[in-house]
C-alpha cells in the first residue's frame, strides 16, 4: 500500500506567506524577550525563546507534515502550561508580556490546519490549545477572552472560509458540468437535424434524381437521333453519379452502418485513367500503374480516390511545370493504396496560375480521407518532388448500404 506524498506547500505563494509568518513570529518573540522577563530555570535565560522560536520555525512543514507540526506544537504547549504552574520561569516568565501559555505561532497553526486536516481533527485540536490557554479550572478575565480569541476564532473562522471555498468550486463544477451536458444536448439536436436532412435529402432528392436517370436512358433507347441519344447518355450516367454522390452524403450525414460493401465497375466516370488522359494531353507525362481489382472497393473510396489523383494532377500542372508525374493505385483486399508522385519542377510556374487556387486542397484532401476512415500523406519527394498518398479502406460504412435505386454504379 503506497502513500501520497504531500507537497511542501501547494503553491509558491503559500510557501512564500508561511516564510512571512514564521520569520515574522520568530521577530516578535525575539522582541517580547527583549522587553520582557527572561526565564529563571536552569535550561537558562532564553530556554523560553527557543522553545517559542522553534515552534515558529515548525510553521514551514505545515503542509508537508501538519499532523507532527500540530501535536509538536501541542506537546510545547503542555511544557510551557506545566512549567507555569509546577516550575515557574522554566520555559515561561514568572511574569510574562504574553498572558496565554500557548505558543505564539498557535493562531496561525490552526488557521492554516483547515486546508489540510478533516475538520474533525481539527475541532478536536483547536478545543485542546483552547483548553490549555484559558486554563478554565481558573476561568480570568485577564487569559480567558484572549485565550478563545487566539485559538478558536482561528479555527472555526479558517472552517467557515474553507467550506465556503469547496461550496463555490462545487458550485463551479455543477456549472461546468451543466454547460458540457448542455454542449452534448446541442450536438444530440444537430445529429438529430442532420439526419432529418439526410431523411429529406433520401426522400425527395434522390426520387426526382431517380427519375430524370429513367427518363434519361428511356430517351436514349427510343430516340432515332445520335445527338439526342449522346445527351441522354450523358443526362443518364451524371445524373447517377449525382445519385451515388447523394447517397454518400446522406450516409454521412446519418452516420450509420453499411451492411456489406459495394462494387464498382472501372468503366464507370471517376476511373482516375481518364484524369491520366488528361494530364497527358495539356503536356503533362504521366505514367499510371494499377495493381489489382478496382472492384474490390466501394463507390465511395473509389470517388475519394479519383479526388486525390484529380487534386494532385491540379497541383502538378499548376506549381511544377514541365515535370513528370507517376499515378499509382493498388487495389488488395483491405482496401486501395493511392500515390501521386511528381519530379522537381523544370521552370519556375506561372504565378497567375499557381495562385488561382483557395490553398486549401490538400487540407480538403485530408478531411475527405479522414471521413471515409482512411490516412492521408504529402510532403516533398526526394530529388525536389512532391508526393501525395493515401490508405483507403475496402469500403466506409454508410446508411446506404446496398440499397438499390437506379443510379447505382454497379449498372
Known amino acids: 500500500m503506497t502513500s501520497t506524498r504531500r507537497p511542501m506547500w501547494p503553491s509558491r505563494a503559500d510557501g512564500f506567506w508561511l516564510f512571512f509568518a514564521a520569520f515574522a513570529f520568530a521577530g516578535l518573540n525575539v522582541l517580547l524577550y527583549a522587553l520582557g522577563e527572561v526565564t529563571t530555570g536552569p535550561l537558562g535565560p532564553a530556554a523560553g525563546l527557543v522553545l517559542q522560536v522553534t515552534c515558529d520555525l515548525s510553521l514551514v512543514l505545515l503542509f508537508r507534515f501538519p499532523l507532527q507540526v500540530a501535536w509538536f506544537l501541542v506537546g510545547a504547549a503542555v511544557a510551557m502550561l506545566a512549567s507555569d504552574l509546577f516550575a515557574p ?20 497553526v490552526l488557521s492554516q490546519l483547515a486546508r489540510v486536516l478533516d475538520r474533525r481533527t481539527v475541532l478536536w485540536l483547536a478545543g485542546i490549545f483552547t483548553v490549555i490557554a484559558a486554563r478554565p479550572w481558573v476561568p480570568s478575565w485577564s487569559t480567558t477572552p484572549f485565550a478563545v480569541l487566539s485559538t478558536t476564532l482561528p479555527a472555526l473562522l479558517s472552517l467557515y472560509f474553507e467550506a465556503r471555498r469547496q461550496l463555490l468550486q462545487s458550485l463551479r463544477d455543477r ?23 439526410a431523411g ?9 434524381l431517380s427519375l430524370m436517370v429513367l427518363h434519361a436512358g428511356a430517351l436514349g433507347v427510343t430516340s432515332r437521333e445520335a445527338p439526342v ?14 445519385l451515388d454522390e447523394l447517397r454518400d452524403l446522406v450516409g454521412v450525414l446519418r452516420n450509420g452502418a453499411e451492411v456489406g460493401a459495394r462494387t464498382l465497375s472501372p468503366e464507370e466516370p471517376g476511373d482516375p485513367a481518364r484524369l491520366v488522359e488528361e494530364s497527358r494531353s495539356v503536356g503533362v507525362a504521366t505514367e499510371l500503374a494499377v495493381d489489382g481489382d478496382p472492384a474490390q472497393v466501394s463507390p465511395t473510396v473509389a470517388r475519394t480516390a479519383y479526388r486525390l489523383v484529380q487534386e494532385a494532377l491540379t497541383n502538378v500542372r499548376k506549381h511544377a511545370p514541365g515535370a513528370s508525374a507517376t499515378v499509382s493505385l493498388r487495389y488488395h483486399r483491405d482496401g486501395l493504396d493511392v500515390s501521386v508522385a511528381n519530379t522537381a519542377a523544370a521552370h519556375p510556374p506561372d504565378p497567375a496560375l499557381a495562385g488561382s487556387g483557395s490553398g486549401s486542397g490538400l487540407a480538403g484532401l ?19 518532388g512532391f508526393r501525395v498518398g ?9 446508411a446506404e448500404g446496398t440499397h438499390s435505386d437506379p443510379g447505382a454504379r454497379g449498372r
Do not use: C, K, S
Not at 522554566?90 to 505558543?103: F, G, M
Not at 429529406?200 to 426526382?208: G, I, K, S
Not at 445527351?231 to 450516367?237: G, P, S, V, Y
Open 200 to 208: 429529406e435529402m433520401h426522400d425527395v432528392v434522390t426520387h426526382r
Open 89 to 108: 520561569g522554566l520555559l515561561v516568565a514568572v511574569h510574562p508580556l504574553a498572558l496565554t501559555t500557548v505558543p505564539t505561532i498557535t493562531p496561525v
Open 229 to 242: 441519344r449522346t445527351a441522354a447518355e450523358d443526362i443518364r450516367r451524371e445524373g447517377a453519379l449525382a
Open 175 to 197: 456549472a461546468e458540468r451543466a454547460e458540457r451536458e448542455q454542449h452534448l444536448l446541442a450536438e444530440q439536436a444537430r445529429a438529430e437535424e442532420r439526419r432529418r436532412l
Open 390 to 398: 493515401a490508405i483507403l479502406p475496402a469500403y466506409v460504412p454508410t
Open 366 to 384: 485530408r478531411q475527405r480521407v479522414e471521413l471515409v476512415g482512411g490516412r492521408f500523406d504529402a510532403g516533398p519527394a526526394p530529388g525536389g
